[in-house]
Each structure stands twice: as structure tokens, then as C-alpha cells.
């Protein structure tokens, strides 16, 4: 069965700083792999996406994420985070039925 | 970027009643879906659509959901009757290609009473 977990509900860090939010996914077959945000009273909006090539995606916005097989990983990475990307972010993994199954979800928080 | 809109953007009814979400799907994507999302869990896929029909749906699509999108227009979630479990923020997206990247709308969210 398909499933994404992401163990940290919650990151804090300081502006200018770089971020890792973590993400672990569980499925049999070549994954197609997500990461999206969310800020308040919007919809979600894809960041990247893996399908396949590259393990090192980039993204908007200056994230980036690597995909591992043999972790059943796809890490999100900022190498230096603003105020504005405080927001929720998920990671998500479609299946061979294209549904997709989401993380909880991770809050980030940006001091400034 | 394309956009897809949820109308309304909260709903509130009294449980037995019948609820209508309506979403505008970015407007030349063939594919729909739903999610159901409960306060404090994780966002569950309930139901797909292509061509008028229901693709594939979970568990959680129970026999009092249905879904419609009449002559192009909105793609809509019907719950008949409500139930007190069905208080969630429902998520509509749409995609051109199967499997290609779905776009969100910004969530109904529905209390039940």
C-alpha cells in the first residue's frame, strides 16, 4: 500500500538559513513523487515533481529535492529560506491509479 | 498560473440535509478529482472523473457522494444526506493528462451540525 510520511509537523528556523523538511515514502512500483504548498486560504500549488532521470529535481522558488530508492526518500531542500515561504508543505506520491497520497504535512515557520 | 476555484469557500448545514460543492476545473483539463480532508489528518483521495464517469473511488466515497460535471460546467461533489462525519475541507483538482500534475483549489470547508 501506498503511504508518505513526513516526521516533522513542525520546522522553525531563521531566515537566510537552509532548510531540509523530510519526507519517506512507502510504494512497490517507480513512484511519481510531489511536493506542494500550501499557504493560508489557498489552494495547493506543486513545488516539483519527480517521474523519473535526475534524483535531483529543482523546483520554483529555489527549492530542490532529491529522490533515493534506496532510502524510500524524496527530501525537500532551500539552500536559503525567506519569510514569505512560511507556509504548509506536503509530500505526496501518485500511484499507478493516479490517486494521490499526501503527508501531514509540514509547517514551516521563518524568523525573521 | 491555471487556476481552480471552489465555490463556496465554507458551508454550513444541518445534518439529514443535502450539500452541493461546486469546482471550476482549470477550463481545458479532462481529468477531476476530490479529496476530503479532516481536521488535524491527512488529505484523502475520495473520487476521479474523465468522460462523465467515475474512474475510481475509495472507500471513503460512500454511497450518499456523487459527482457530475453537466454539459462543462461545474464539477460538482453531492452528499445526500449529510452526516456529522462528513465535516471536512474538501480539496477539487483537475488535470489535462492522467497523471499528469493535478491543480488544487483552495479547499470547501463543510460543517455538518
Known amino acids: 500500500a501506498q503511504s508518505v510520511t513526513q516526521p516533522d509537523a513542525r520546522v522553525t528556523v531563521s531566515e537566510g538559513a537552509s532548510l531540509q523538511l523530510r519526507c519517506k515514502y512507502s510504494?512497490?512500483?517507480?513512484?511519481?513523487l510531489f511536493w506542494y504548498v500550501q499557504y493560508p486560504r489557498q489552494g495547493l500549488q506543486m513545488l516539483l515533481k519527480y517521474y523519473s532521470g535526475d534524483p535531483v529535481v529543482q523546483g520554483v522558488n529555489g527549492f530542490e529535492a532529491e529522490f533515493s530508492k534506496s532510502d524510500s526518500s524524496f527530501h525537500l531542500r532551500k539552500a536559503s529560506v525567506h519569510w514569505s515561504d512560511s507556509a504548509v508543505y506536503f509530500c505526496a506520491v501518485s500511484a499507478d491509479n493516479n490517486r494521490i497520497f499526501f503527508g501531514d504535512g509540514t509547517q514551516l515557520v521563518v524568523k525573521p | 498560473g491555471p487556476k481552480v476555484l471552489q465555490i463556496p469557500s465554507h458551508q454550513i448545514i444541518d445534518m439529514g440535509q443535502m450539500v452541493t460543492l461546486n469546482c471550476d476545473p482549470v477550463?481545458?483539463?479532462?481529468?477531476f478529482y476530490w479529496y476530503k480532508q479532516i481536521l488535524g489528518q491527512q488529505m484523502e483521495f475520495l473520487v476521479n472523473f474523465y468522460n462523465g464517469k467515475v474512474m475510481e473511488k475509495s472507500k471513503l466515497f460512500k454511497d450518499q457522494f456523487s459527482v457530475e460535471r453537466p454539459d462543462g460546467s461545474y464539477f460538482t461533489l453531492k452528499i445526500q444526506p449529510t452526516a456529522l462525519e462528513d465535516s471536512a475541507v474538501y480539496f477539487c483538482?483537475?488535470?489535462?493528462?492522467?497523471?499528469?500534475?493535478?491543480?488544487f483549489g483552495p479547499g470547501t470547508r463543510l460543517t455538518v451540525l
Open positions: 483538482a483537475s488535470s489535462f493528462h492522467w497523471r499528469a500534475e493535478q491543480f
Open positions: 510504494y512497490s512500483a517507480t513512484p511519481y
Open positions: 477550463s481545458n483539463h479532462l481529468y
